[in-house]
């Protein structure tokens, strides 16, 4: 009994998680002779209410024996593009506003209390979908960020 309980939990837990990213490569920044390299990652991931939408992440991310055991904290740099990769049609709730600022994408930039976020508007009058990275502490955050806009026909 506990065991179905504990999978069900487990399931509403991944349906409800935001996007995963597909690593598309990497750029190596600084040179740890015994150890992983501080680099530039990019990712890809999908938006998961609308499809047809890829975004594009590039981030820092430190190397280092730390970095390497995974406890190093990430830098806060990171840029975003999103592209129209096919047909979009949004969903009422984006339509209507009731999902504007929706968590699409997190990941984590170290062991416990900081993370990397990517939240999505919709700006009705324009007709525009905007992206916004950016990242987060427990206690306080960077106002470092980037925003990316993708139209929609």
């Not at 525009?128 to 955050?141: A, P, Q, T």
Request: hydrophobic share 40%; net charge neutral; proline share 4%.
């Amino acid at each position: 009994m506990r065991v179905s309980i504990w999978m069900c939990a487990c399931l509403v837990l991944l349906m409800a998680a935001p996007a995963m990213a597909e690593t598309i490569g990497t750029v190596d920044t600084v040179f740890h002779m015994f150890s992983r390299d501080d680099d530039i990652i990019v990712e890809a991931f999908d938006d998961p209410d609308i499809p047809g939408v890829t975004c594009y992440l590039s981030r820092a991310r430190k190397g280092g024996i730390k970095g390497m055991v995974g406890v190093a904290e990430d830098p806060s740099d990171a840029s975003i593009e999103c592209v129209r990769t096919g047909h979009i049609v949004l969903p009422e709730a984006v339509k209507s506003g009731s999902k504007n600022g929706v968590r699409v994408f997190k990941k984590g930039t170290s062991l416990i209390f900081k993370s990397m976020q990517v939240v999505r508007f919709y700006d009705s009058k324009r007709n525009v979908l905007i992206y916004l990275v950016y990242s987060d502490r427990m206690v306080e955050g960077s106002p470092k960020n980037s925003v990316s806009c993708v139209r929609v026909e």
